[in-house]
C-alpha cells in the first residue's frame, strides 16, 4: 500500500513539474514573438533609409528586390 501511495505522489509530482515547464515554455514563446515582432517592426522602419539602394541594383522585374 505504501508503495503505491508512492508512485501516485512521484506521478502528480511529475505532472506539476511538466505544467510548470508547460507554463514556462508558453512564457517564453510569448517573449520570444514579442522579440520578434519588435524586432520586425524596428527592421521594417529602418528599411527605406539602407535598403533602397539594393532596390535600385535589382535585375530581376520586380519593384521591390527582396
Same mark, same amino acid.
Given at each position: 500500500?505504501?508503495?503505491?501511495?508512492?508512485?501516485?505522489?512521484? #506521478?502528480?509530482?511529475?505532472?506539476?513539474?511538466?505544467?510548470?515547464?508547460?507554463?514556462?515554455? @508558453?512564457?517564453?514563446?510569448?517573449?520570444?514573438?514579442?522579440?520578434?515582432? #519588435?524586432?520586425?517592426?524596428?527592421?521594417?522602419?529602418?528599411? /527605406?533609409?539602407? @535598403?533602397? /539602394?539594393?532596390?535600385?541594383?535589382?535585375?530581376? &522585374?520586380?519593384?521591390? &528586390?527582396?
Amino acid at each position: 500500500m505504501d508503495f503505491m501511495k508512492n508512485r501516485v505522489h512521484i #506521478a502528480q509530482k511529475n505532472e506539476n513539474e511538466i505544467v510548470k515547464m508547460l507554463k514556462m515554455t @508558453k512564457k517564453y514563446w510569448n517573449i520570444v514573438d514579442i522579440r520578434r515582432t #519588435a524586432y520586425y517592426d524596428t527592421d521594417m522602419e529602418q528599411v /527605406p533609409q539602407y @535598403k533602397v /539602394p539594393k532596390r535600385k541594383r535589382c535585375k530581376c &522585374g520586380t519593384k521591390s &528586390g527582396w
